[in-house]
């Protein structure tokens, strides 16, 4: 199982991007699949979740901001990042996981995302 994730870049304070996660293999329809964050010398930290089915779950600091999406048929997780901030400066990471049997889970590698005027 591969997680690609791109689309990160330098934006300005107040603009948006659009982060894409395209999974390979059989896992993606069954997985939540989330975002993650990091940034030197911290611990990484959750952005935002989906469910299979769809249930949402954003971290506080982002709210309002970040839309979390989903398309199946695509194997893709979305994440569309709105009136960026410079604390939102971060490696982000996708990750796919399945807390029941079967267990798994799966990290793509990071896309950087720097907010700078």
């Known amino acids: 199982v591969q997680l690609q994730a791109s689309g990160g870049g330098l934006v300005q304070p107040g603009g948006s991007l659009r982060l894409s996660c395209a999974g390979s293999?059989?896992?993606?329809?069954?997985?939540?699949m989330g975002w993650y964050r990091q940034t030197p010398g911290k611990q990484r930290e959750l952005v935002a979740t989906i469910t299979s089915g769809g249930s949402i779950r954003y971290a506080e600091s982002v709210k309002g901001r970040f839309t979390i999406s989903r398309d199946n048929a695509k194997n893709t997780v979305y994440l569309q990042m709105a009136s960026l901030k410079p604390e939102d400066t971060a490696v982000y990471y996708c990750k796919a996981n399945r807390p029941v049997t079967p267990v798994y889970v799966y990290w793509g590698q990071g896309t950087l995302v720097t907010v700078s005027s």
């Open positions: 293999g059989n896992i993606f329809s069954s997985s939540i």
